[in-house]
T-cell receptor
Framework: QKEVEQNSGPLSVPEGAIASLNCTYS??????FFWYRQYSGKSPELIMF????GDKEDGRFTAQLNKASQYVSLLIRDSQPSDSATYLC???????????FGGGTRLMVKP | DTGVSQNPRHKITKRGQNVTFRCDPI?????LYWYRQTLGQGPEFLTY????????KSRLLSDRFSAERPKGSFSTLEIQRTEQGDSAMYLC???????????FGPGTRLTVL
């Protein structure tokens, strides 16, 4: 079992819809959780982070964390074609000395 | 530009040659990380520095790989006797704190022929 799991996709949504991206992790000692966006050929770009159970909103993005279920999600409202990218879920270990990434979910937003 | 910078951006080498990459972190960040990413996969942790001390190194990292951060500022990653399997994007990230967010540089794409 991988430490951080994501559905590889592609997840296809129409422009203006809500995109829902999910991630599960295995290490219960994990303290912080991150969502990165990565365009083809580019490096990961941080878009959201969350430390506590519940929801955290930033513009069109909402991160959700449920530590009991070891589950993190990212919602993108009013999806735009420019949101088309691979979204990487990353989990920081208890010591904070490394990120473990999932394999990423490819999102396609169709005009 | 105050972001993480990496040089070179691209490197093509022949199998068996040594290569060295450089990373300059965000100036006030004392933590620096190296990751490797192959096509279709998420980044994989290689090693971590806090200031000049290398505090963590992946067990998966071959002895051909070595990293330094001599003055707690920039870092270098050297790969000796490169193999075709070393072809990947090598990413550097920096962070101001342990559990805080990590910011990535543009990466160095290595191709081993």
């Amino acid at each position: 079992q991988k430490e951080v799991e994501q559905n590889s996709g592609p997840l296809s949504v129409p422009e203006g819809a809500i995109a829902s991206l999910n991630c599960t992790y295995s290490d219960r000692g994990s303290q912080s959780f991150f969502w990165y966006r990565q365009y083809s050929g580019k490096s990961p770009e941080l878009i959201m982070f969350i430390y506590s159970n519940g929801d955290k909103e930033d513009g069109r993005f909402t991160a959700q964390l449920n530590k009991a279920s070891q589950y993190v999600s990212l919602l993108i409202r009013d999806s735009q074609p420019s949101d088309s990218a691979t979204y990487l879920c990353a989990v920081n270990n208890w010591a904070g000395n490394m990120l473990t990434f999932g394999g990423g979910t490819r999102l396609m937003v169709k005009p | 530009d105050t972001g993480v910078s990496q040089n070179p951006r691209h490197k093509i080498t022949k199998r068996g040659q040594n290569v060295t990459f450089r990373c300059d972190p965000i100036s006030e960040h004392n933590r620096l990380y190296w990751y490797r990413q192959t096509l279709g996969q998420g980044p994989e942790f290689l090693t971590y520095f806090q200031n000049e001390a290398q505090l963590e190194k992946s067990r998966l990292l071959s002895d051909r790989f070595s990293a330094e951060r001599p003055k707690g500022s920039f870092s270098t990653l050297e790969i000796q006797r490169t193999e075709q399997g070393d072809s990947a994007m090598y990413l550097c990230a920096s962070s101001p704190s342990g559990v805080g967010e990590q910011f990535f540089g543009p990466g160095t794409r290595l191709t081993v022929l």
